[in-house]
């Protein structure tokens, strides 16, 4: 996984294996007009949205995320009257919403994006959820670009079999925040990118991008889609070979591949664990 360097806001677009926090510590204060963030939710989130065995592997990190530091760092990068767009959901939001002032930002007002079908979940008794959260938070006085949409925004979600990571937004919600929230030739950046969705909208729309995710193969994925070479890339490999873990069937997992990763280098700080990894590579 690629340690960022200090940003240079003059390189443009950028694709890297990265922690969240990692990436938004190598840019300078107040230089982002734009955050676009789906960060885990902290609910151990496993798409079940597939036909026959499941393709999607449970997101990343989605047992440790924290939002205090994570918001504070936006606060820091973020220009004045720069933009935060946050995914969340309805029993994260009142979690999440206490940390947006003490990080220097303010919650303007919160979207709810509908979508075309609900999900599943206990279908004898819950109802079916067909929104998620949008909070649009901002750093000092923002001005919305182009038109005044309300606060609930309907768009299909990408349908089970096209969709490329568990929690992918759909292409025509990122450009609608893309355009509101930037003019041509800024920059957006996204650290949790997944499958890359910010990279395609900011490009298509002339902005320029810093995109990162913690999963490698996320990040071949982001370069294909956006039609870059792939070989030689940072975390080309996945991050679990490194300690001689076998790679389980996706349909199998209970954590993500790099959770596990996680896991191993916390047993390795611990002496009491030291003969169980003897003589495994580092």
């Known amino acids: 996984m690629e340690t960022p360097r200090p940003y240079d806001l003059r390189l443009g677009d950028s694709v890297r294996c990265a922690e969240a926090m990692a990436l938004l510590g190598s840019l300078p204060d107040a230089s982002v007009p734009l955050i676009v963030a789906d960060p885990p939710y902290g609910i151990g989130y496993h798409s079940n949205r597939h036909k026959g065995k499941n393709p999607h592997a449970p997101v990343a990190r989605d047992w440790n995320f924290q939002i205090g530091g994570f918001l504070r760092e936006c606060g820091r990068v973020l220009a004045d009257g720069g933009a935060l767009y946050l995914f969340t959901r309805w029993d994260v939001y009142p979690l999440w919403a206490p940390a947006v002032e003490p990080a220097g930002l303010k919650l303007r007002n ?17 109802y079916g959820n067909r929104r998620e959260e949008v909070m649009f938070c901002v750093k000092g006085r923002h001005v919305r670009r182009g038109h005044r949409w309300s606060n609930v925004w309907e768009f299909d979600r990408v349908p089970p079999t096209q969709a490329l990571h568990p929690t992918q937004k759909p292409l025509p919600l990122v450009d609608r925040i893309v355009t509101a929230g930037s003019d041509p030739g800024d920059l957006v950046v996204d650290p949790f990118s997944g499958s890359g969705t910010t990279a395609l909208s900011a490009r298509g729309l002339g902005r320029q991008f810093l995109v990162g995710d913690v999963d490698p193969a996320m990040v071949r994925l982001t370069r294909r889609r956006l039609g870059w070479p792939v070989e030689g890339e940072p975390g080309e490999e996945p991050l679990t070979l490194r300690y001689s873990i076998e790679e389980p069937d996706p349909a199998a997992w209970g954590v993500h591949p790099e959770d596990v990763a996680d896991l191993c280098a916390m047993l390795r700080e611990n002496v009491a664990a030291a003969d169980l990894f003897a003589g495994v590579p580092s």
């Open 110 to 126: 919160c979207i709810a994006w509908v979508k075309n079908v609900h999900s599943s979940g206990d279908l004898a008794g819950d």
